[in-house]
């Protein structure tokens, strides 16, 4: 009776403070937040509160996105979020309450929202010349392709700039088929490269595939050390890219695609030795290596500026979005002048892509990670709270596994562990428990039971802190 009292007790308080309290037995400890000892859960203080919103209800947007915007359109949580604000590592509904962001748009606000230089550098630039052409000379896309290109290894200086890391993963397979002159695509299983026509043919996830034409992509076992058939050794996943290569076509190829950390496919950091080999292997074949690093990229993992640099290799062409431009729609692809040549057989041209503001903005968001030293915090508070989760998969039998690097980390829900079985309903209910609470974390993975936290890269250790007692307590209550 005194455990369904405290319960009650607990309900009425605000979200975002809750008192454990108590000290039962502690086999009564792990089905009742109301036995722990006293501790505050409340979200670290901050200095900014947003104005009364004025606009319309969640209510009204979701009726108007039901009438007039694409059924396709899915959102989190039973009950929306209305995000009508956002400041640095957190977001306000439009009732004023305050959100920890962990998953930062989809690991695309990398600065933290609304970061004033970031800001600043796009509304100057938009009061001076918003969009022309590249047919005329404007500095903001040279300046900005020069200090992109400053932050890349080998030859690697000759800048394509995109809307999205779609259009990226587009460009750099036709460029790869170009230089070539093969057709075929090497990609791992479980990937995710965009959703255009030879963006989903390199995409290995039946639920983002439409049934329609998608040629000249071979699927290869993914080196998942956590589902993979070899655990983490990433030379025997590699094998199956030489059978690929020997079995499935001429001998030749155009490119081999991957990201260092899978994102869309559940935070999967590739097995160690994987890459290294599968380059080899490519190289030998003629084919040109591609790195995705839309959502890796830019300093998320904290060891390393990109994904590829963790596993010792050099890419042919790497291609980025999301956190290049801190939320605005921007992408790039990379390469050497020599593979960059092959675009001028035919005339390319993207009407959007480098225009003055979006560059302007990826410059500055350049600058802010080097002077706020976002990497290096990245490292650090990544690394705690890899700590503060694995603790937690000690402590919680749902929890099968914690990976990732930096602020790039995934939390894989399980039913059995050793079965591995996909605890789906589970991953929905902890998410739109911990929103009460205050944080917001995305999903991913085929099965959907994947937390991806992906904060903004100014995440501190007590937001850290805050994530990782909310989905304790969460967790505790089931």
Not at 78 to 89: A, D, I, T
Not at 285 to 301: M, N, Y
């Amino acid at each position: 009776m005194a455990m369904i009292l405290a319960r009650k007790l607990l309900q009425r308080r605000s979200p975002q403070l809750l008192r454990w309290q108590s000290s039962f037995p502690q086999a009564a400890v792990k089905n009742d937040v109301a036995s722990r000892a006293a501790v505050e859960l409340e979200l670290p203080p901050f200095d900014y509160a947003p104005p009364p919103y004025s606009g319309p209800s969640g209510d009204e947007i979701l009726a108007k996105r039901r009438e007039y915007l694409s059924p396709s359109l899915f959102h989190f949580y039973k009950n929306p979020l209305n995000v009508v604000e956002g400041k640095k590592q957190y977001l306000f509904d439009e009732k004023g309450k305050r959100y920890l962001d962990a998953f930062g748009g989809i690991a695309t606000v990398c600065c933290g929202h609304c970061h004033p230089d970031v800001v600043d550098a796009i509304i100057n630039q938009t009061k001076r010349l918003q969009h022309s052409t590249v047919l005329y000379l404007n500095h903001a896309i040279a300046d900005f392709a020069q200090a992109l290109a400053s932050k890349l290894p080998g030859n690697l200086k000759v800048v394509f700039f995109t809307n999205s890391g779609t259009e990226a993963n587009e460009l750099a397979i036709m460029i790869a088929r170009l230089y070539t002159g093969c057709h075929d695509i090497i990609s791992l299983r479980n990937a995710y490269h965009g959703n255009a026509a030879g963006t989903m043919g390199a995409t290995a996830q039946s639920i983002w595939k439409f049934n329609v034409v998608q040629s000249g992509v071979h699927h290869v076992v993914n080196p998942d050390p956590y589902r993979g058939i070899f655990g983490s050794d990433g030379e025997k996943y590699a094998r199956d890219v030489q059978d690929v290569i020997n079995f499935g076509t001429s001998g030749n190829v155009a490119a081999f695609i991957s990201e260092a950390i899978q994102g869309v496919g559940g935070i999967v950091e590739l097995a160690p030795g994987y890459l290294p080999a599968a380059y080899s292997m490519v190289k030998k074949a003629g084919g040109l290596c591609i790195a995705d690093e839309v959502q890796a990229g830019f300093a998320r993992i904290g060891s390393h500026f990109w994904g590829f640099e963790s596993h010792g290799v050099v890419p042919d062409i790497v291609t980025m979005a999301k956190g290049i431009g801190n939320g605005i729609p921007l992408g790039a692809v990379v390469t050497t002048p020599e593979i960059a040549e092959v675009l001028t057989r035919r005339c390319y041209f993207n009407t959007f892509g480098g225009n003055p503001v979006c560059t302007a903005a990826g410059l500055a968001v350049l600058k802010v990670i080097e002077k706020e030293k976002l990497q290096q915090n990245a490292l650090l508070v990544g690394s705690y709270l890899k700590e503060r989760l694995t603790a937690l998969k000690d402590k919680y039998e749902l929890i099968g596994d914690v990976r990732g690097r930096g602020l790039m980390l995934g939390v894989e829900l399980v039913a059995d562990r050793e079965l591995k079985t996909p605890a789906k309903a589970e991953t929905l209910h902890v998410m739109d428990q911990m929103k009460e609470l205050g944080v917001l974390i995305g999903k991913g993975g085929y099965y959907g039971n994947v937390f991806r936290i992906t904060p903004p890269l100014c995440f501190t250790k007590e937001d850290a802190d805050f994530l990782a007692d909310a989905m304790d307590l969460t967790l505790s209550r089931m």
